[in-house]
């Protein structure tokens, strides 16, 4: 490590040129490194490994080598990010004016940006159709005929897809299931319609069509994708019977990553085959959107121990990071592994001994016995836990927590909820770690704020 303000040297494992191994998992990540980063840009933090991101991106391209393959980038947005995919060669799917402005400003260029439509307020449509007229090549996808009605009115004739609901969703929890959920996309029996209106009455350049079943997709979960992939292929194969050609079927993405430490890798390679299979014959290139695969395993959250109780038969141990900072626990049940890194030096002692009570004195994390812990954080809510019940090297006030897989939907969906700033975000490339989002401060808060 350097020392001052500047980068830092940091251990990693980079295998961009042939995709790396199919997950890295907490435990394969340099601890004292880790807590080198803690010690330097203090907790919570986010650390991101880019490397990682480019190995992601280039297993991607050899699973699905005739596929256009665009990033959900509202899996992370952060610049740096961005910035890795984009050289990757992926394209940028966005699901808001924000993310399209993302995208556009990390330099992907026109033609390379899809934005998908959900029920778009007024300023997002009106963002878009300007930045269409600067970049005509970015294709704008629709779920519902009054989206096609309100691009007309803003004159938008642009490239256009239809995003149909195919009626069949899957996903790691219902709340991210949005294949069958009446809220995404036309029901499928009428979007060849809609597509057929949208490239006739109202003069646009029908494109594609587009679905998405949900998001964290397992092997178990391969028959309802290939159910939608079928179901996406016969209604471009109606389009062409109907004299409409497309340039591409996009079946979303969504592919999973294994949370917990005895989940298998997903099988890239046999969710290719299968949705290449389950297509068929179409005039059309294969797309699909992953967001998740990309980013998940690229991330850790660095959190520090700062209370060890025990109540109610249980030992409690607060940290500084908590739903503000992760929501998916709290939000989805999510899993998420963890993993005790001690303080990089003597632990700090408490009168209480550490979590399980015990008063032998410092033994090193390597050395102690696991015990069931809940890792709660500073929030008020009581759905403010990291896990429950969780087997954890006994841990000591002070000493500090690495959660696994934390890039997709970690810092994304960090709020300032109670009041709290949000964490600071490191990035790793060419081993080497720099700060690429600072930690917010109370004044970041309160500016928005009009004086009375």
């Given amino acids: 490590m350097t020392d001052g303000d500047g980068d830092a040297d940091v251990h990693t494992t980079a295998h961009a040129g042939d995709g790396g191994p199919a997950i890295r998992r907490l435990a394969d990540w340099d601890g004292a490194d880790l807590a080198d980063l803690a010690g330097r840009y203090g907790t919570p933090l986010y650390v991101a490994d880019l490397d990682r991101v480019r190995e992601n991106c280039a297993r991607l391209d050899a699973a699905f080598p005739d596929a256009e393959v665009a990033y959900a980038v509202k899996a992370h947005t ?102 069958a959920n009446a809220k995404f996309g036309v029901p499928i029996d009428r979007a060849a319609d809609l ?37 996406m292929g016969d209604l471009a194969r109606e389009l062409a019977d109907r004299g409409l050609d497309l340039e591409f079927v996009d079946v979303g993405g969504g592919f999973g990553v294994p949370y917990r430490e005895d989940e298998p890798p997903l099988d890239l390679a046999a969710v290719a085959e299968a949705t290449r299979e389950a297509l068929g014959d ?23 121990i700062n209370t060890i109780k025990h109540a109610a038969g249980t030992a409690v141990v607060g940290v500084d990071a908590g739903m503000t900072t992760l929501a998916r626990p709290a939000l ?53 836990v990291l896990c429950e019940d969780r087997p954890l090297a006994r841990p000591r006030r002070g000493e500090l927590l690495a959660v696994g897989n934390a890039g997709a939907y970690g810092y994304e969906m960090a709020s300032t909820y109670n009041s709290r700033p949000r964490p600071a975000e490191v990035v790793l490339t060419d081993g080497r770690a720099r700060l690429a989002r600072r930690r917010e401060s109370l004044a970041d808060i309160t500016d928005t704020e009009e004086d009375q």
């Fill in 78 to 179: 952060g610049r740096a990010v961005l910035d890795t995919v984009r050289e990757a060669g992926l394209d940028a799917e966005c699901a808001s004016a924000g993310e399209v402005e993302r995208a556009l400003d990390a330099g992907f260029p026109g033609d390379r940006v899809r934005y998908t439509a959900v029920n778009p307020p007024d300023r997002d449509l009106d963002y878009v159709v300007d930045a269409w007229r600067e970049h005509p090549e970015l294709t704008v996808v629709a779920g519902a005929a009054d989206t096609v009605d309100r691009l007309s009115a803003r004159g938008f004739d642009g490239r256009i897809a239809v995003r149909a609901n195919p009626g069949v969703g899957a996903g790691h929890h219902e709340k991210v299931r949005t294949g």
């Fill in 195 to 231: 597509a057929v209106a949208a490239a006739r009455d109202f003069g646009m350049d029908l494109v594609g069509v587009h679905a998405h079943a949900g998001s964290g997709i397992s092997g178990d979960d391969l028959s309802a994708h290939r159910e939608l992939v079928r179901r």
């Fill in 282 to 304: 179409v005039d059309a290139t294969l797309a699909i959107e992953p967001g998740r695969y990309v980013v998940a395993d690229a991330s850790v959250l660095l959190t520090r």
């Fill in 332 to 384: 989805y049940d999510a899993y998420h592994a963890i993993r005790n890194l001690g303080s990089g030096g003597e632990p700090a002692e408490s009168a209480s001994g550490d979590a399980a009570g015990d008063d032998r004195g410092p033994l090193p994390v390597a050395e102690r016995e696991g015990t069931p812990v809940t890792v709660a954080g500073p929030i008020c809510e009581s759905g403010d």
